[in-house]
């Protein structure tokens, strides 16, 4: 055996410039360095297609890596089968035994491996209590609801007590209220039992609220790791800016209008920067810049003010707290987050602004962030 990184703890799960080129010449990932920490929930999120499930059969080792080391507790496993990585695995289509009971369904696994019999009753009892099934172990899996079909997907790898738990989207054949109560739920089993988790999914949403740390992926490429509220606040590159956050974030393009960096010019408005932003930008006089906004950081604009930008008010969607105003300018579609109170009516122009310290700026050409102090 040996051992790369002897600091790791037991289950940390390291990726080092892993690489998986399919037969077909299909790069599904093209190079990830990572670790999740022992005891870490960490979720890889990105579109379908971003190479979410291959990295996770990578580390399961149902696929076998092109280039770069994998470890999990400091041990190359690289070509190491998958039974012996102490994983367990929960896919999106999981499918249990029909003919068999809850209990039959949880103990399966551990039947295979030998496990004795007073054991495996033990640890199904233990499973079916945290995941509320106690009561359903004799029923067969067409006996249950959705909810609880999926807790027994669940169990099944609980039952195997591995040192790291993979899920690769393992709520997207819920509804959406489901969906909601199994994440919470999720994230309780998650703190019970500490465990490393690797959380796949396609939902930034669900992302955002279950991880400790995000790795985004886009075409076989991380584009950032970080902390949910990193990721947003401080989006290291256009696609993480306009993934994550919904309603998605406007982007207009500009062209830095002072040699000081206090003005964009954005066509017929402009933006002007505060003193400590255009600082980033002074001597980029003509430099092509994409503004991002939020929703929420634009406001109706006074008629006083000259730089506004006029756009026609097309949709208006009421959600209960907040209104989002759906507007046009030009070919280009911009939503604005609005407190609930009356609003004007669809098809009027509104002049709308940019708050100036809430504003991501990125360079139009290479679209990574450009860092305001
Ligand atoms: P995700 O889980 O993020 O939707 P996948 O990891 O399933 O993405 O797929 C990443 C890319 O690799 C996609 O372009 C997909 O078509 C391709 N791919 C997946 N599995 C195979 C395979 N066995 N052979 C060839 N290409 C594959
Ligand atoms: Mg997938």
Request: charged share 25%; hydrophobic share 45%.
């Amino acid at each position: 055996m040996r051992r790369v990184h002897p600091e790791d703890s037991l289950a940390a799960v390291r990726l080092d410039s892993v690489r998986k080129v399919y037969a077909n010449g299909q790069i599904a990932v093209a190079e990830a360095s990572f670790e999740a920490a022992d005891g870490e929930l960490l979720v890889l999120v990105g579109p379908s297609g971003c190479g979410k499930s291959t990295l996770l059969r990578l580390v399961a080792g149902l696929e076998s890596v092109s280039a770069g080391t994998l470890a999990i507790g400091g041990r190359v496993v690289n070509d190491v089968p998958p039974r012996d990585r102490d994983i367990a695995m929960v896919f999106q289509s999981y499918a249990l035994y029909p003919h068999m009971s809850v209990a039959q369904n949880l103990a399966f696994g551990l039947s295979l491996r030998k496990t004795p019999r007073a054991e495996i009753d033990a640890r199904v009892r233990e499973a079916a209590a945290m995941l509320d099934l106690s009561s359903v172990l004799e029923r067969k899996p067409a006996q249950l609801s959705g909810g609880q079909r999926q807790r027994v997907a669940l169990g099944r790898a609980l039952v195997r007590k591995p040192s790291v738990f993979l899920l690769d989207e393992p709520l997207s054949n819920l509804d959406a209220k489901l969906r909601l109560g199994m994440r919470v739920e999720i994230a309780r089993l998650h703190k019970r039992i500490g465990a490393t988790m690797i959380y796949v999914t396609h939902d930034q949403i669900e992302a955002m609220t279950l991880g400790d740390r995000i790795v985004v992926m886009n075409g076989g490429e991380i584009q950032q790791i970080d902390a949910p509220m990193r990721l947003y606040e401080k989006p290291a590159n256009v696609f993480v800016a306009g993934f994550l956050g919904s309603p998605a974030m406007n982007f207009f393009r500009g062209r830095v209008s002072a040699a000081n960096g206090m003005q964009i010019d954005l066509g017929e408005a402009s933006l002007q920067l505060p003193a400590a932003s255009a600082h980033a930008l002074a001597n980029n006089a003509g430099r092509e810049i994409l503004v991002g906004v939020r929703p929420e950081d634009l406001v109706l604009a006074g008629d006083a003010d000259a730089d506004a930008i006029e756009a026609t008010l097309e949709v208006v969607e009421p959600v209960g707290n907040e209104i989002f105003l759906n507007l046009r300018r030009g070919d280009q579609a911009i939503v604005m987050r609005v407190p609930p109170r009356t609003m004007p009516e669809t098809g009027t122009t509104l002049r709308i602004a940019m708050k100036p310290e809430r504003v991501h700026l990125f360079d139009a050409k290479t679209e990574r962030r450009i860092e305001i102090p």
